[in-house]
């Protein structure tokens, strides 16, 4: 059975910073993509950054600059830092994996595998 948890979530104040991990098991990720989700409430799930297999980053543009994904494929686990984090960045984070080739990786529906999502909150 795959299984991707996160953690790393929590309450912080605008302008600092968390590190969010996701730790899969059940099968070896190392040549899927990988991806970091977001949705706060009462809104669409919306993608925040993707690492390819290859290495390849891709960021939100309301993110770019205050984010890094990153991944440890040794450890099958994979990290979002966030940092000068807003209020609008409070939402539920969700990390992703799936062969995302030839579709567009910002598409929820494009993904196979999620975990259970971890709370990020931001106060001002």
């Known amino acids: 059975q795959v299984q991707l948890v996160e953690s790393g979530g929590g309450l912080v104040q605008a302008g600092g910073s968390l590190r969010l991990s996701c730790a899969a098991s059940?099968?070896?990720?190392?040549?899927?993509?990988v991806a970091w989700f977001r949705q706060a409430a009462g809104k669409e799930r919306e993608f925040v950054a993707a690492?390819?297999?290859?290495?390849?980053?891709y960021y939100a543009d309301s993110v770019k600059g205050r984010f890094t994904i990153s991944r440890v494929n040794a450890k099958n686990t994979w990290y979002l830092q966030m940092n000068e984090l807003k209020p609008e960045d409070t939402a539920v984070y969700y990390c992703?994996?799936?062969?995302?080739?030839?579709?567009?990786?910002?598409?929820?529906?494009?993904?196979?595998?999620w975990g259970q999502g971890t709370q990020v909150t931001v106060s001002s």
């Open positions: 059940g099968r070896t990720f190392s040549m899927y993509d």
């Open positions: 690492i390819k297999w290859s290495g390849t980053t």
């Open positions: 992703a994996a799936g062969r995302t080739y030839q579709t567009d990786y910002r598409d929820v529906s494009n993904w196979d595998y």
